[in-house]
């Protein structure tokens, strides 16, 4: 079992900059492939960013492919996501979620990942 936790979320203003990371407790995620999810109020979940295990291939939402970036932070064993140039279309909750196993063609939906955190707010204001 893995559990997962999110930080890094908070208020900004549009334009601004944010970092969220992935944890697990107690453990790594150096073999899993990690993924961001968002929700907004009302909305379906979507896809935001995973990085793949084993050769860390990476792919985005084309909402945010230029302004999100992920990345395994080793030293710390944690998965990131660097946000910027945020909008307030990027308020959500934003949800880390993990899994092995996922093939390319799968790595966009949220029912292949087992495992998922209980998410970190973000907002951002005009």
């Known amino acids: 079992q893995v559990q997962l936790v999110e930080s890094g979320g908070g208020t900004v203003q549009a334009g601004d900059s944010l970092r969220l990371s992935c944890a697990a407790s107690?453990?790594?995620?150096?073999?899993?492939?990690v993924g961001w999810f968002r929700q907004a109020p009302g909305k379906e979940r979507e896809f935001v960013a995973t990085i793949k295990n084993y050769g860390d291939s990476k792919y985005y939402a084309d909402s945010v492919k230029g302004r999100f970036t992920i990345a395994r932070d080793n030293a710390k064993k944690t998965v990131v996501l660097q946000m910027s140039t945020l909008n307030p279309d990027d308020t959500a909750v934003y949800y880390c979620?993990?899994?092995?196993?996922?093939?390319?063609?799968?790595?966009?939906?949220?029912?292949?990942?087992?495992?998922w955190g209980q998410g970190t707010q973000v907002t951002v204001s005009l």
């Open positions: 107690g453990g790594t995620l150096s073999r899993h492939t």
């Open positions: 979620a993990a899994g092995t196993g996922l093939i390319t063609s799968s790595l966009r939906i949220g029912t292949q990942y087992p495992y």
